[in-house]
């Protein structure tokens, strides 16, 4: 039976993972190794996992400000990373073949264990100011199979570095599930999705989405009924999220439902990482601002606004301007419309885990 291993580093990437593997036939044998977090996307298909599993504090956002880094150093980084690191030295000959899911770290991960290895490039992009740094480039060409990067541009540059690449669309839009089925959701209201992140701070990102569910309330132009749906992801607590719902507001918080709030909201206020490029993909406008937790900061949320372009309006934290701007692109469908169309050509069609798959089981070494 052939072995394969997938290393990843970030909730994200576990869950680009997890749908690859999905679309894998049953009879490989299939290991999981998650550099950063617990890996849950994996425990949800029964994946065997290696590694420590150990949770820190930045969730894997150590490069957006000092004190992520300070906390995650003296929470056990540094012993977390050699661990890790022994682990997969010791991984040679054990596999077949390593899927690389991430960036530069998990490319480091593959080559450290001798094993041929499938780079999937879910974190780099030319449509940002910086894209693969030569070092990254380099080590590309000499030591991976084959890299799948996200978009068109980004392969397109890789290639006259002589990199064997090949773009098959972004596999974070697939495994969405939509069942069209929102319980409470009048089907005249108008539904604008709130995403408020995966993790820890994601109550701290509620907080803020609270104001600004005031200040759209309070500006409403008409009679329509509105509902918000908080999409909460499955690793945090619904119940201390509802704590953070006055009552006063139409606040819905939902789990499991991540696709129906997309596929139903007529606008995002996003906080998240993955989703929010996963709801422009999904053709929806989409407000963000930099928010008090670790992930979404002023610098992040300015360079998904250059990967994600016009699909995304970024604007400061002050509800008033963030409900203005929801409103402003309501009332415009031409804009809405440009939103749209930007939106799905930077996040790409669906359907490319299966060709990473069928790519996979046609080339194990």
Known sequence: MK????ISNGHGEDAIAATIIRDLPKDLSTTAMPLVGEGKAYDELGIEIIGPRKKMPSGGFIYHNSSNLINDLTSGLIGNTVKEIEILRGLK?????????????VIIGAILTKTPFVFIGCAKSDYYDYSYTPWEKWLLKKKA????????????????????????GNPMMDGINITEDLAGIDPGSLVIGFLPGSREDAFV????????AEKIVELRPNDRQIDFVVALADGLDPIEAAKLIPQTLPIKIMQGKFGDIL??????????????????????????????????????????????????SLVENNPSIIAQEVWAILKDPIRQEKMIKVGEERMGKRGSSKKIADYICQNLA
Do not use: W
């Open 93 to 105: 000959n054990k596999f077949d073949l390593v899927v690389a899911v991430g960036d530069i770290v």
């Open 145 to 168: 199979k084959i890299v799948f990067p996200r978009d068109q541009l980004t392969t397109d540059h890789l290639k006259k570095y002589g990199i064997k690449a090949e773009y098959l």
């Open 263 to 312: 596929n139903r909201s007529e606008i995002i206020v996003g906080l998240s990482g993955t989703g929010n490029e996963q709801a422009v993909g999904m053709g929806k406008p989409l407000v963000c601002f930099p928010s008090g937790g670790i992930q979404h900061t002023l610098k992040y949320a300015k360079d998904k606004k250059q990967l994600l372009g016009d699909s995304i």
């Open 3 to 6: 072995k394969i291993l997938f």
């Open 205 to 212: 990102n509620i907080e803020d989405l609270v104001k600004v």
